[in-house]
């Protein structure tokens, strides 16, 4: 025998132990976080010309309901991770994507910027509810030793999505007015509902060793707080890259987010497994540094060719940084505090992606947008040496 053939036969019986990891549950789950955020990503295209057009407010009055979702969705998102260890993944899950639903069928009958607002802070309820119960249901479904590739093929549903959601709003705008968008996600969200009512409860039974449920999971804090940075550099690049992409002669000023998403969907495929292959604290830790090299070149090289590097380097720190984040929040929970650590873990999203466009903004404000990028590479700088620290802690 050959040593490729006993290595070839090495490697299938390896994977043959291997746990399973794309059961028909997993699967749903996925295909409900797809349905879900594609009528997000509607609602994204939508609401800003239908607040502007139809109720004839102005860009701050669309700024706001845009925004409004982020306050209660932040706010329980503790509760939702509580919620879930003590009474269960599925009704929040159900909950979440039909509560969204209605939110958009009312949301076609409003005539005010006061009820539109109204209807996105509802929409954060479901927001909380729905995205903490998806994240601890994945730890439930998730073999530990897989945990990372799991992370990484589960989240395409959420940038896919948000990607193919927009151009699917626009269309159905243009096809049957904001009636038929708003309808259109709706329909999409009871698709979710369905899908994921299909996977039936997965949480494991509390213990009374277990205690009493927390709202904040302590042990994740670390490990938040520097993918929080990683989140603040992120919303600070999507929100001011198209038009430091003019300013530096992009011919298609979308073209840098294009390359950003491509980039991390590809890496997230390709290299699904490599979050469970290395230590998730140091790969991390790179993840971030990676970040900050891509913002850091953005803003000292203002060219084309600059703006795109910087963009695919973003993207590569993304597609490491999530899965490596959130594994090692989720190795700090027992089953029973999952919904608490996705809850932790999950309102950095919030913070970041609403409090980063608002800090560097008023970078980019008082300074230009490529300081906004070096401030954005500074902070995902930080959050490597805050990493680097807790690499260090652990080891002694």
């Given amino acids: 025998m050959t040593t490729s053939t006993r290595t070839s036969g090495a490697a299938r019986e390896q994977d043959e132990l291997r746990p399973s990891l794309f059961t028909a549950a997993f699967v749903r789950l996925s295909l409900g976080d797809l349905a879900y955020f594609t009528a997000a990503g509607v609602s994204i295209y939508a609401l800003p010309p239908y607040v502007t057009g139809p109720l004839g407010s102005d860009e701050s009055g669309a700024g706001l309901a845009f925004g ?44 005010t910027l006061a009820v539109v607002v109204l209807l996105r802070l509802l929409f954060g309820v479901a927001e909380a509810a729905f995205f903490v119960a998806s994240f601890a249901v994945l730890a439930d479904l998730a073999p530990p030793s897989r945990r990372g590739e799991a992370l990484s093929y589960n989240s395409l549903g959420l940038y896919l999505g948000l990607t193919l959601g927009p151009p699917l709003g ?48 302590g042990p994740a804090l670390g ?37 950003y998403g491509s980039v991390v969907v ?34 000292s090289w203002h060219t084309p060719a600059g703006m795109l590097l910087g ?3 973003m993207g590569l720190g993304v597609s490491f940084s999530t899965p490596a984040f959130f594994s090692i929040i989720f190795a700090t929970a027992s089953p029973s505090q999952r919904g608490a650590a ?52 652990t080891a002694r």
């Fill in 223 to 259: 490990p938040a707080l520097a993918f929080l940075t990683s989140i603040v550099a992120m919303g600070g690049f999507l929100a001011f890259a198209a038009l430091h992409a003019q300013d530096v002669g992009v011919v298609r000023t979308s073209l840098p987010l294009v390359v």
């Fill in 342 to 393: 996705a809850g932790t873990a999950s309102a950095t999203l919030d913070v970041g992606l609403g409090g980063g466009p608002i800090v560097l903004g008023l970078v980019a404000q008082s300074a230009g947008i490529p300081w906004a990028f070096g401030a954005g590479a500074g902070i995902a700088l930080s959050g490597c040496v805050w990493t680097l620290v807790m690499v260090r802690r």
């Fill in 68 to 111: 409004a979702f982020a306050v209660t969705a932040l706010l329980l998102r503790p509760f939702a991770g509580r919620f879930s260890d003590t009474r269960g993944r599925r009704p929040l899950l159900v909950g979440g994507a039909l509560l969204a639903m209605a939110t958009m069928v009312l949301t076609s009958y409003a005539e």
């Fill in 170 to 217: 626009e269309l159905l705008v243009g096809s049957f007015g904001f009636t038929g968008a708003w309808y259109g996600a709706a329909v999409l969200l009871l698709v979710a509902a369905v899908v994921v009512a299909s996977i039936g409860e997965t949480r494991a039974p509390r213990l009374p060793s277990d205690g009493k449920a927390a709202l904040i999971h």
């Fill in 266 to 299: 590809v890496c997230r495929i390709a290299f699904a497994t490599v979050p469970d292959r290395f230590p998730p604290l140091p790969l991390g830790a790179a993840a971030l540094l990676t970040i900050a090299l891509g913002l850091g070149l953005a803003a």
């Fill in 311 to 313: 963009a695919a380097l």
